[in-house]
């Protein structure tokens, strides 16, 4: 499985309050796309990427608090644009270190 393609963008202003991205694999399962997205973006510190798809409204605050797997809080810095009626969202997401 390989990482979905980095799009480098800077997100569009916020209309509404930021929201970020962590969740684990305990059964030790390989890491799905949107880790390794995030591993690849950590390559590029200060750098803002979009995710080439939309995502669950909660995941910006997910990678932001380190609730995806592979992924510590603070060390990513995550936000949503886009919202759709249907609670899916345009990610937006650079790596700032471990805080």
Known sequence: ?????LIQEEPPPSRTNRAGIRSGNPDG????PMTLWLWEIRKRPGVWFRYPE???ANTPRNVRIGNHSGV???EFE???????KDRKC???ARWVGNR
Do not use: E, F, H, I
């Not at 499985?1 to 393609?5: E, F, G, I, R, V």
């Not at 995550?78 to 759709?84: H, I």
């Open 90 to 92: 345009t990610l937006y």
């Open 72 to 74: 510590d809080a603070g």
């Open 1 to 5: 499985m390989s990482a979905p393609k």
């Open 54 to 56: 939309q995502v669950s």
């Open 78 to 84: 995550a936000t949503g644009r886009g919202w759709t």
């Open 29 to 32: 399962s390989p890491p799905g």
